[in-house]
């Protein structure tokens, strides 16, 4: 839907009443990647990840670099 990327219908419905979106796509982004990490570490799979922001607001800048900092910290 945006950029071509489309996201399951209950996770859109889920962030389309948030009363805070960008809060919301950082809290699950950082749930994503803590359940990959764990499958990956429970398999001996090697994972990284990449954490960019492709806009020019602040704001979203901003969640970028709060998303970083929570998953360094859960290593």
Known sequence: KWLGISIPRWLENELKHTSD?????VDISEQNWLELKDFADEN?????????????RKVEVDASIE???????AK
């Not at 979106?21 to 796509?25: A, G, M, P, R």
């Not at 001996?44 to 492709?54: H, Q």
């Not at 998303?67 to 910290?73: A, E």
């Open 21 to 25: 979106i960008l809060q919301k796509s």
């Open 44 to 56: 001996g799979i090697p994972i990284g990840c990449n954490i960019e922001s492709v806009a020019i």
């Open 67 to 73: 998303l970083l900092q929570r998953i360094q910290r």
